[in-house]
């Protein structure tokens, strides 16, 4: 075997280990908390919407708050739904045992309709799901 082909091979290893290690942390993230807020003071949300018109906002937050393993470092995906159509995805680190993170979206007049904010995993899974309805 030659040196490029050990290289190779030894990579593609390493690859595969970290790959695993980096699944094993995601199936261990738990969401303890998951709001879509109108805004975000000190690293909390304000409040939690069900309900909300598109003329008294410029922008919503969808918080997650997760536990998981000390040495996590892995992401997760928040996607915006409008009547079950994806309207936004955005790609959130989550490092460490207590971590929290939030997207941004901002708000156009007339975007009425049955809104939805998903958390998922890299493998896709849905890991919480947030409903709520914009005049």
Sequence with gaps: MNRTTLFTTVA????????????????????????????????NPIDS??????????????????????DTDTTIKQLWYLNDEVVAEYELPVKGAHWRTYSRKVVEKGLSGEWRCDAVDGEGKVLKSVNFRMN
């Design 49 to 70: 919407v069900r309900r909300i018109s598109s003329a008294s906002v410029k922008a919503l937050y969808c918080f997650t708050r997760f536990s998981a393993p000390e």
């Design 12 to 43: 593609a290893i390493l690859f595969i280990l970290l790959a695993g290690f980096s699944q094993s942390h995601a199936a261990d993230l738990k969401i303890t908390e998951m709001a879509v807020t109108t805004k975000i003071v000190k690293g």
